[in-house]
């Protein structure tokens, strides 16, 4: 198991971003390799010393650093519609921004598609935000989708996220998650609508508005 590992990690990652533990086996020890993971702090130290290109979109989740997939025509035009459609129904005190990250805890800094954050921008200019600061994240998913639903669904419950849309564009749905419980890792509210329904958005458990499904996402093609 984990905790009977003696750790003999040095304090950098070899060449290969990998660092060396041992245990015994068979009354030898054996080495093995072992990822290096990263803490937020060193992550974003990373992109401050310009460590990954500045046209990147890198996210960290668990410890390790990922880039997104490439951005299909179906993900821009739903992004587009997503911006178009709560830019204007939004009230005072919060912002809309499309891929900027948020600290979800000391491993996690997802990039989101989309993210309503309370307050203006400038307001984050030392920290990021963190789950508590975030009125709404929406993730618009591909071939994304089981991690969307699932360790990242997991991610932002933990991290009290208070509301989390999926956009599964490949069928036409937003699945809507709300009422976090993070000590449990889930949504409470869980509802699934399609083109034609009129899901609302919440804000500091009080509903806002209703906004139209096809105004968000494209009109999947058959």
């Known amino acids: 198991m984990e905790d009977t590992l003696t750790s003999t990690l040095p304090s950098t990652p070899d060449a290969e971003g990998l660092l060396t533990r041992s245990h015994e086996a068979g009354g030898a020890r054996v080495a093995e390799m072992v990822p290096y993971r990263l803490t937020a702090g060193q992550y974003y130290a990373m992109i401050d010393a310009d460590i990954f290109p500045r046209e990147s979109r890198v996210e960290l989740w668990d410890g390790m650093v990922y880039e997104k997939m490439a951005k299909t025509r179906s993900h821009d035009i739903s992004a587009a519609k997503f911006i178009e459609t709560l830019m204007p129904i939004k009230p005072r005190g919060w912002y809309l921004c499309l891929e900027a990250s948020v600290t979800l805890d000391a491993r996690r800094v997802p990039l989101p598609d989309v993210m309503l954050v309370r307050g203006q921008p400038e307001d984050y200019h030392e920290a990021n935000p963190t789950g508590r600061d975030v009125g709404l994240v929406a993730e618009l998913s ?39 419980i993070p000590a449990e890792s889930r949504y409470a509210t869980v509802e699934t609508y399609r083109h034609g329904d009129r899901v609302p958005l919440w804000l500091d458990g009080v509903e806002i508005a209703r906004v139209a499904v096809s105004d968000l996402l494209p009109i999947p093609r058959a």
Request: net charge neutral; no cysteine; aromatic share 10%.
């Open 142 to 180: 591909l071939s994304s989708l089981k991690d969307d639903t699932g360790p990242k669904l997991a991610g932002y419950a933990r991290a009290s996220v208070p509301q989390y849309w999926v956009a599964d564009l490949l069928g036409g749905l937003l699945m809507v998650y709300r009422d976090p």
